[in-house]
């Protein structure tokens, strides 16, 4: 809560900021749901795109053949690495499962309505007999839309973080974001495209809490 101190805003000027703050906060956190959301969409178009180049099956008969293969590598107590599609298979599972909503908040990140509804919608799509390169061509557009997403929170932050700092508010709304200064510049020059935060691994472990999504 911002307080008037020593300033000569009116209790007016001192609400209209409180609000500005409040709504930037909630931005910055949406950006960083989004960001990871991004960033787990290009760890699985990623799987897709080399196991297609290698020609590996991810789906189909040969995906099924595929995780058949590890359960029973798992099952004898092999040391192995896990393959392609049981990878995918897994990530998309726990998604559909838990939702993306309830992954992001084990680590305090909160999505926008927008965010989740696109990834649960994928999610929720996806099937392990679509062929690999269609269920790439979905991801992608999710991925996509996630990007424009956030390429909008960016400009809110951005504005809002302008407006903030006008003299009028005599430094005070400055003040009041001081601890979110250097994540959000972090936010303003970063590349909407690339995402980051969340990984295939942490999703598969359910164990991302205490990951800070910019560092």
Do not use: C, H, W
């Not at 960083?32 to 699985?44: H, Q, T």
């Not at 062929?131 to 839309?145: E, G, S, T, V």
């Amino acid at each position: 809560m911002i307080e008037k101190g020593g300033s000569n805003l009116s209790p007016s000027d001192i609400k209209g900021l409180n609000t500005q703050v409040g709504d930037l906060n909630k931005v910055i956190k949406e950006y960083e749901a989004g960001d990871a959301s991004i960033g787990l969409m290009n760890e699985l178009i990623g799987l897709f795109t080399t196991a297609e180049k290698r020609g590996v099956a991810v789906t189909g008969l040969g995906g099924q053949f595929n995780i058949a293969m590890d359960k029973l590598k798992t099952f004898l107590g092999r040391d192995f690495d896990t393959s392609d599609a049981t990878q995918i298979q897994q990530a998309i599972n726990q998604v559909k499962q838990r939702s993306i909503r309830d992954i992001l908040q084990e680590s305090g990140r909160t999505i926008s309505d927008l965010d989740r509804q696109i990834v649960d919608k994928i999610f929720g799509e996806i099937d392990f007999f679509t062929p690999p390169d269609q269920i790439a061509k979905k991801l992608n557009k999710a991925r996509n839309d996630l990007i424009d997403s956030n390429r909008e929170k960016k400009r809110t932050i951005t504005s809002s973080y302008t407006l903030i700092q006008n003299p009028v508010y005599e430094g005070v709304g400055l003040t009041a974001i001081s601890p979110y200064i250097s994540l959000i510049d972090k936010i303003i020059k970063a590349d909407p495209t690339q995402g980051a935060g969340l990984t295939l691994d942490e999703v598969l472990n359910i164990d991302i809490r205490g990951q800070n999504l910019l560092n």
